[in-house]
T-cell receptor, first 114, second 114 residues
Framework: DTEVTQTPKHLVMGMTNKKSLKCEQHMGHRAMYWYKQKAKKPPELMFV???????INESVPSRFSPECPNSSLLNLHLHALQPEDSALYLC?????????????FGQGTRLTVV | AQSVTQLDSQVPVFEEAPVELRCNYSSSVSVYLFWYVQYPNQGLQLLLKYLSGSTLVKGINGFEAEFNKSQTSFHLRKPSVHISDTAEYFCAVSEYSSASKIIFGSGTRLSIRP
């Protein structure tokens, strides 16, 4: 199994809603990532978890709250988002953070904030 | 900190013609280099990677890339493109010291003309 599975595929939420994005992998990877991608732009790193601990936070606003319940799961909790947060949110995973191997990406969640 | 520059935002090519997508990187330490492809409304798929060893790297779908340390480049090539190669191509880099932090270039849109 070389897949990273993200749910939901599409999400529309109001600015006062609370929602969560979910990501799952069963490749035994110990590093997991959230990226944000706006239209016609490259993915921008948001968070990195290494061995279930948050290792990198790229100065992301607190309305985005990551969580890594176990080595296979990664969540992104969303609250009080703004319309400019509408984007494709990509989850990725890779082997232990020091190995330099490639990241495997999910298909993404297309988020629209209204 | 590392950075990646993709000099061409768009590359139009006729079908069965050769193509080169350019990538230059900047880093004060040794790096790992990657090329990813993104088809419309999809996640990212790894084409190839350079970790160490031979500077000519072969990937999937007939693509190859050459690592040139003196020119800090990692250009992607294919001798004969197909309509199905139409996609966005991202060059990416991560440093040995922080292999979890994968930084993407701005992307090159490859459009194939029949």
């Amino acid at each position: 199994d070389t897949e990273v599975t993200q749910t939901p595929k599409h999400l529309v939420m109001g600015m006062t809603n609370k929602k969560s994005l979910k990501c799952e992998q069963h490749m035994g990877h110990r590093a997991m990532y959230w990226y944000k991608q706006k239209a016609k732009k490259p993915p921008e790193l948001m968070f990195v978890y290494s061995y279930e601990k948050l290792s990198i936070n790229e100065s992301v606003p607190s309305r985005f709250s990551p969580e890594c319940p176990n080595s296979s799961l990664l969540n992104l909790h969303l609250h009080a988002l703004q319309p400019e947060d509408s984007a494709l949110y990509l989850c990725a995973s890779s082997q232990a953070s020091s190995s330099g191997t490639e990241a495997f990406f999910g298909q993404g969640t297309r988020l629209t904030v209204v | 900190a590392q950075s990646v520059t993709q000099l061409d935002s768009q590359v139009p090519v006729f079908e069965e013609a050769p193509v080169e997508l350019r990538c230059n990187y900047s880093s004060s330490v040794s790096v790992y280099l990657f090329w990813y492809v993104q088809y419309p409304n999809q996640g990212l798929q790894l084409l190839l990677k350079y970790l160490s060893g031979s500077t000519l790297v072969k990937g999937i779908n007939g693509f190859e890339a050459e690592f040139n340390k003196s020119q800090t480049s990692f250009h992607l090539r294919k001798p004969s493109v197909h309509i199905s190669d139409t996609a966005e191509y991202f060059c990416a880099v991560s440093e040995y010291s922080s292999a979890s932090k994968i930084i993407f270039g701005s992307g090159t849109r490859l459009s194939i003309r029949p």
